[in-house]
């Protein structure tokens, strides 16, 4: 069971805007710890959506977005596209554990 | 280019350890942390640890630790995973990835691409 909570699934039609959540606790997200964001395609590596809570790496479309407010962090897909069907997993640094730990993982339907 | 290339497939009996190579190229080797994640079938990502390549330092998840051992030689930039006492429910993707700092905390910004290791009997 992690430390972090994330929804199961959310979906959208095209060009909507989803939303995902990732709430923690005083020992990671609520200490400041920043979170990160990535999608896991079927059969391929996570790649790394957003870093350092609201960054975006070079090539990652400005549909995705990210937040962090007291103890939950979020993740926006606006203009939603077929492509964007994957499973999304924020990370964060846990004190109490002593190291990194990995939300559930969201699955984000394109209807 | 920048990449982590890993091992290949590995089938084990219960009770064998595994041992997954990392090989990183295109950046400074020392520079950047290891981390390692599983992803079971069905399940998602699961941190395993963190090994600083600069100066050998470890930290393992609370759940692996005594049966996990990981390891950097830096004279052929690589990393390695090794697992004991396999189980059937060690069955799973292993992921090397390479740690980047941020503001607070680490983001990890270079994946290989996964090593299947498969334990039956």
């Known amino acids: 069971q992690s430390v972090l909570t994330q929804p199961p699934s959310v979906s959208g039609a095209p060009g909507q805007r989803v939303t995902i959540s990732c709430t923690g606790s005083s020992s990671n997200i609520g200490a400041g710890f920043d979170v990160h964001w990535y999608q896991l395609l079927p059969g391929t590596a996570p790649k790394l959506l957003i870093f350092g809570n609201d960054n975006r790496p070079s090539g990652v479309p400005d549909r995705f977005s990210g937040s962090k407010s007291d103890i939950t962090a979020s993740l926006a897909i606006t203009g939603l596209q077929a492509e964007d069907e994957a499973d999304y997993y924020c990370q964060s640094y846990d004190s109490s554990l002593s190291g990194y730990v990995f939300g559930p993982g969201t699955t984000v339907t394109v209807l | 280019q920048v990449h982590l290339v890993q091992s290949g497939a590995e089938v084990k009996k219960p009770g064998a350890s595994v041992k997954v190579s990392c090989k990183a190229s295109?950046?400074?080797?020392?520079?950047?942390?290891i981390t390692w994640v599983r992803q079971a079938p069905g399940q998602g990502l699961e941190s395993m640890g963190w090994?600083?390549?600069?100066?050998?330092?470890?930290n393992y998840a609370q759940k692996f630790q005594g049966r996990v051992i990981m390891t950097t030689d830096t004279t052929t930039s690589t990393a390695y995973m090794e697992l004991t006492s396999l189980r059937s429910d060690d069955s799973a993707v292993f992921y090397c990835?390479?740690?980047?700092?941020?503001?607070?905390?680490?983001?990890?910004?270079?994946w290989g691409q996964g090593t299947l290791v498969t334990v039956s009997s």
């Open positions: 090994i600083s390549v600069y100066n050998g330092h470890t």
């Open positions: 295109g950046y400074t080797f020392i520079s950047y942390g």
């Open positions: 990835a390479r740690g980047t700092s941020s503001k607070r905390g680490y983001y990890f910004d270079l």
